[in-house]
């Protein structure tokens, strides 16, 4: 089965063009299903039926995993054993009965506008790592961009005098995504005094650098976001996607339609942006509760 897993990896790639992380994420969930059927003796698809499948989904509930990460490997399931029979592997997809777990919706975690201003305040100095973590925590909260999206920005795709940068969002999609004055000027003192001292011969092409002159990474990223918020008393359990969370929330609860809202998150349903209405509702609800008199 492990044959077939490798051929679905290439489909992905070369048919359907997703990014690495997506590979990689759809080959960790299903090595793992192919493992448990390989332990119960399935060795061709022809014997695969919705029974094992439900096995091993139940087998992941007893290992504690939640419903929205069992809807995860469920999702990858289905789409392996559809890619089976376009290939004439399988004559039929024992996942599509499959009923998916049902999630509950998790109300993503934000920053208060108070918060943000303590961010960037402990960044407010003058040495290059200052500079630079404000330049990012700026563009990120100004953006809305993924944390891969922001690491992978490439000098050419920001222009600063414009405004806009231009980014590569999941499935391989460009979106130009406007920047905003603040940020524009953080990121200008951040190229001005800082990336050309990390990378004198102007060999990265990349817009933000370690202090090495690498190319930023998503973990050393995490690691700046994590010790800026500890700087700055913030006790949330807070990621670079907190950013990307408080940018939703604050631009509707100032005004923002939320198809706007959507392009510039770059979500392809925006079923996926109504959460952040339900962000604004709930901090509407605790306002009344706090200060109606008969809250």
């Known amino acids: 089965m492990n044959d077939y897993l490798d051929l679905f990896i290439s489909y992905l790639t070369v048919e359907k063009g997703l990014s690495a992380n997506t590979r990689e994420a759809y080959s960790r969930d299903l090595a793992r299903y192919l493992d448990f059927l390989e332990k119960k003796g399935c060795t061709t698809p022809a014997v695969v039926g919705a029974a094992e499948i439900a096995a091993f989904l139940g087998c992941l509930k007893e290992q504690g995993l939640g419903p929205r990460s069992r809807a995860r490997c469920l999702s990858s399931i289905r789409m392996f054993h559809k890619f089976l029979m376009i290939e004439n592997y399988a004559d039929r997809n024992p996942a599509s009965i499959i009923e998916s777990p049902r999630t509950l919706h998790k109300l993503p975690e934000f920053l208060s506008s108070a918060e943000v201003d303590a ?46 940068l231009l980014t590569i969002g999941k499935g391989n999609k460009e979106r130009l ?116 008199p008969r809250g």
């Open 119 to 164: 961010l960037f305040a402990v960044c407010a100095g003058h040495k290059q790592e200052e500079v630079r973590d404000l330049a990012m925590l700026e563009l990120l909260y100004a953006t809305g961009l993924r944390v891969s999206e922001l690491v992978s920005l490439r000098l050419r795709e920001v222009n600063l005098d414009a405004g806009y």
């Open 177 to 292: 995504v406007p920047i905003g004055e603040s940020a524009c000027e953080k990121v200008a003192v951040y190229l001005a005094q800082v990336r050309g001292r990390l990378d004198p011969a102007s060999r990265n092409p990349f817009l933000f650098l370690s202090r090495l002159g690498d190319a930023m990474s998503r973990q050393a990223f995490w690691n700046i976001v994590k010790k800026r918020s500890y700087q700055a008393g913030i006790r949330k359990n807070i990621s670079p996607h907190t950013l990307r969370h408080s940018f939703a929330t604050h631009l509707l609860e100032n005004g923002a339609d939320l198809r706007s809202v959507q392009i510039m998150l770059g979500h392809a349903d925006l079923s996926t942006t109504q959460i952040y209405t339900h962000v604004t509702l709930e901090r509407l609800k605790k306002m009344h509760q706090q200060i109606h």
